[in-house]
Nanobody, 130 residues
Framework: QVQLVESGGGLVQAGGSLTLSCAVS??????????MGWFRQAPGKEREFVAV????????HYAESVKGRFAISRGHAKNTVYLQMNSLKPEDTAVYYC?????????????????????WGQGTQVTVSS
């Protein structure tokens, strides 16, 4: 059984920083190369792509709205991904979801909850006050 567990959300003032973490476990990923990343969903809006990182960490992609402010990285053990969020804005307020899939990052930004072979965490709330 695959599990993704996020942590690090919370309340922060505009201009502040937060770091989200996500750890994945499960047989599907124990011996495979897999991409990991983040999506977010604000109230009344659709879930949107935020960032993705390849297995080796050499390839990253970001949504235009977070470029230059957010940084995605993987832990040494590869099964953990981090999202360092700086210069936070009220419009960054959302539930942030971690996702993982075996393979490359190419189609990651297009994934939805029903895309086959994508696994999702339960989400962590990030609230940025003005």
């Amino acid at each position: 059984q695959v599990q993704l567990v996020e942590s690090g959300g919370g309340l922060v003032q505009a201009g502040g920083s937060l770091t989200l973490s996500c750890a994945v476990s499960g047989r599907t990923f124990s011996d495979s190369d897999y991409a990991m990343g983040w999506f977010r969903q604000a109230p009344g809006k659709e879930r949107e792509f935020v960032a993705v990182i390849s297995w080796g960490g050499s390839t990253t992609h970001y949504a235009e709205s977070v470029k230059g402010r957010f940084a995605i990285s993987r832990g040494h053990a590869k099964n953990t991904v981090y999202l360092q969020m700086n210069s936070l804005k009220p419009e960054d307020t959302a539930v942030y979801y971690c996702a993982a899939t075996v393979g490359l990052t190419t189609n990651f930004p297009l994934a939805t909850m029903t895309t086959p072979n994508y696994y999702w965490g339960q989400g962590t709330q990030v609230t940025v006050s003005s």
